[in-house]
């Protein structure tokens, strides 16, 4: 069963900088592409950032020129630097992992909290 685990959530303070980790567990194959999302409580979860495995980034238009993805193929983790953070970007992140099968997987969420 393929498990990821989220860490690097917290409070920080606005203009501030976090590190969100992701790594992921019980395949053989890793993830076709891995991605970052989140959710503020009672709206939908919305795409933050992608990356394929060939590297191919996306980013949400709001956190362009702010955030950072990246991946290491070898041990199958996605880590999301966020800097500049504002209130804005307060939510629950979730990792979710897509393997070429088309199964995605997700992971249990971390908050982060912008706050001063």
């Known amino acids: 069963q393929v498990q990821l685990v989220e860490s690097g959530g917290g409070l920080v303070q606005p203009g501030g900088s976090l590190r969100l980790s992701c790594a992921t567990s019980g395949s053989i194959f890793g993830p076709l592409s891995m991605a970052w999302y989140r959710q503020d409580p009672g709206k939908q979860r919305d795409l933050v950032a992608l990356i394929t495995r060939g590297g191919s980034t996306k980013y949400a238009d709001s956190v362009k020129g702010r955030f950072t993805i990246s991946r290491d193929n070898a041990k199958n983790t996605v880590d999301l630097q966020m800097n500049s953070l504002n209130a804005e970007d307060t939510a629950v992140y979730y990792c979710?992992?897509?393997?070429?099968?088309?199964?995605?997987?997700w992971g249990q969420g971390t908050q982060v909290t912008v706050s001063s």
């Open positions: 979710k992992a897509t393997y070429i099968s088309g199964t995605q997987y």
